[in-house]
């Protein structure tokens, strides 16, 4: 079976709602990471074989394999295809999985993965049912993921104080990443003009509020009914993003004079309680090290997305790891959480601190609605 390696990752800024990226249409946003990628790579776009793409709300802009319509409208060749799927939060890294899937079993060769969402455009839950079956609320009390959230706070004990000081150095450990440039080689500038001729840039991600404190936080009030913990300001933010990154086979990168950056050593995708929902990150982890012949001892730095503190805080409970090796560049509740995306941009921030402090092996692991968890291993090469 051959290796599948990561040639190169690259994401747009993150842009906040209704901010600097609200006026790009979704296929675009898309397109500028899929060319920004080939422009850093030099591969000849002829060769790509697929494009996976994670995209949440599958829906109006959206809608119709806007993969495919990406591609196009980027200017790839005719004969590039796209495919869109929906995994939820783990949509991105999803794709980046069954791209390793499809080189390791030598189906293909080169598959370019990545993930878009505009948040702007499609409102959270724009794509979703308004009701659920039968069949489903019978036999599971599944609510809203700001209840499971809370629920996993009351499971193991997490304080709203606890919450709001894990905000709080999110938004420090970003801060920190920006001014030390730890993300300028990951982020794609986005140029683009709009309809009135105006020509438009943003290079940097646009969510972060660095200087909140927990006396900040803790005047803001909760978003679930009779919730005592969640609130905007330790939950994920809301955010319009694209990535695209590079797989390939030992094969082809040593046939196309590709250097890989890293190599996808294992990866895992379980269910878990949709009562609790968002828990699936443990046992996905647990499953992903036994995979790769690990423990968390070997693992240099894990990214756990920022959906809500009690997640990655309840990851913390229940494994030994060193709080300072997750999230080294802050989360989602600092830069965001553009939801099809956000699995791929964690993997060009893995890789790109791994290269930075010379770590070997990374961790990926990101919470799902209905109970799923989805995590990923890396090795820098």
């Known amino acids: 079976m051959s290796d599948a390696f990561i040639i190169d990752a690259i994401h747009t ?3 906040r709602r209704n901010g600097a990226l609200a006026g790009v249409h979704p ?15 030099a591969v000849d776009p002829n060769v790509i074989e697929d494009v996976v793409t994670g995209c949440v709300s599958q829906a109006g802009e959206q809608g119709r394999c806007m993969a495919r319509a990406a591609v196009l409208a980027a200017g790839l060749p005719q004969s590039v295809p796209g495919v869109s799927l929906d995994r939820f939060c783990g949509s991105g890294l999803q794709a980046i999985n069954f791209a390793a899937m499809a080189v390791q079993s030598g189906h293909m060769d080169v598959v370019i993965a990545g993930g878009v969402e505009s948040m702007s455009r499609m409102p959270i839950g724009s794509a979703w049912g308004t009701e659920r079956p039968r069949t489903l609320t019978d036999k599971y009390d599944i609510s809203t993921q700001f209840v499971a959230a809370e629920r996993i706070a009351d499971k193991y004990g997490i304080s ?5 000081q894990f905000a709080v150095e999110s938004q420090r450990r970003a801060a920190a990443a920006h001014q030390e440039g730890r993300f300028a080689r990951q982020i794609a500038p986005v140029k683009w003009t709009d309809p009135d001729g105006h020509c438009h840039q943003l290079d940097h ?24 913990v969640v609130t ?3 939950a994920s933010g809301v955010v319009d993003a694209s990535a695209a990154v590079l ?7 040593k046939r196309l004079d590709l250097t890989p950056r890293a ?17 699936g990150i443990i046992p996905a982890t647990s499953r992903v090290l036994a995979k790769a012949g690990l423990t968390l001892a070997d693992i240099d730095l894990v990214e756990i997305n920022e959906a809500f503190a009690p997640i990655p805080l309840a990851w913390m409970r229940e494994f030994d790891f060193d709080p300072a090796r997750i999230n080294v560049n802050g989360g989602a509740i600092a830069l965001g959480h ?15 601190r791994l290269q930075q402090t010379r770590g070997r092996y990374g961790l990926i692991t990101i919470c799902m609605g209905y109970g799923m968890g989805i995590a990923t291993i890396v090795e820098r090469l």
């Open 247 to 253: 797989v390939a086979g030992s094969g082809a990168a």
């Open 13 to 15: 800024p993150r842009g």
């Open 27 to 41: 296929i675009d946003l898309y397109g500028l990471s899929l060319r920004a990628l080939l422009d850093r790579t």
């Open 232 to 234: 905007a300001g330790n």
């Open 338 to 352: 553009p939801l099809g995306a956000t699995g791929a941009i964690l993997a060009a921030t893995i890789i790109d």
């Open 263 to 279: 190599r996808i050593v294992a990866t895992d995708v379980t269910g878990s309680d949709p009562y609790f929902m968002l828990t």
């Open 160 to 164: 709203r104080e606890e919450c709001d």
């Open 205 to 228: 991600n646009e969510h972060m509020r660095p200087g909140t404190t927990v006396e900040d936080l803790s005047r803001l009030t909760t978003i679930a009914p009779d919730g005592r």
